[in-house]
């Protein structure tokens, strides 16, 4: 790591010329320099830059209050959208869910939220709707986002066309055209954490056979 810049995710913490672990789990590493611990729980610790599904409990003046499973409700500013004025602000009503970015953490504030890349676009982020979003751990969530892309999704994407979002806050929303799809790749994802890359891809291969 000489002469290289590092960026240290959750669980780590600089300390001088040392990196230490605050918290128990695997060490894990995304291309080009970012460094975190794994550790699979179900209650989530925002980080900024982290991408989540949250669901819209209210709507104030300025923001809508949305749950992403962390110690407080977010805050996301009606304008954090692409393009956001006065004059286009987004009408969510509760329960809608919505993959956003976090942007903003304080300890004792409420996380803020954003609806558009660090260029200000849109990009993935926004409404999703309609498919099936389910809960599981962030351990599960960071090997879903991991790069190279994991076994399970790779198998999967190898057979079925689907869209999905992935959120670091353990929350998983799948879609597809049939919903046998949408059924197939939800159960394949809640059965894969606790198995190894070729269990994955074994497991896989016997759901479809059992639809083809």
């Not at 409990?57 to 992403?68: C, T, W, Y």
């Amino acid at each position: 790591m000489v002469n290289q810049t590092i960026k240290l995710g959750d669980g780590l913490r600089q300390d001088c010329d040392s990196i230490a672990a605050v918290k128990a789990g695997t060490l894990r590493f995304s291309k080009p320099n970012k460094y975190w611990v794994e550790s699979s729980h179900k209650r989530y610790v925002p980080c900024v830059g982290d991408t989540v599904l949250g669901i819209v409990v209210d709507s104030k003046m300025d923001n809508f209050l949305v749950d992403i499973k962390g110690p407080t409700l977010a805050l996301l500013p009606v304008l954090a959208f692409e393009g956001g004025t006065r004059r286009n602000i987004p009408k969510f009503e509760a329960g809608t869910l919505l993959y956003a970015r976090v942007i903003k953490t304080n300890a004792g504030m409420n996380t803020e939220l954003s609806c558009t890349d660090e260029r200000g676009k849109a990009a993935e982020f926004g409404r999703l709707k309609d498919g099936y979003m389910f809960e599981s751990s962030t351990g599960s969530a960071r090997m879903l986002l991991s790069s190279p892309t994991c076994p399970v999704l790779e198998a999967l994407g190898k057979k079925l066309s689907f869209e999905i979002a992935v959120g670091l806050n353990g929350r998983v929303w799948v879609n597809a055209d049939a919903p046998s799809t949408i059924i197939l790749v939800s159960n394949a994802i809640k059965a894969s954490e606790s198995l190894s890359a070729t269990q994955q891809r074994i497991m896989v291969e016997k759901l479809i056979q059992r639809i083809e």
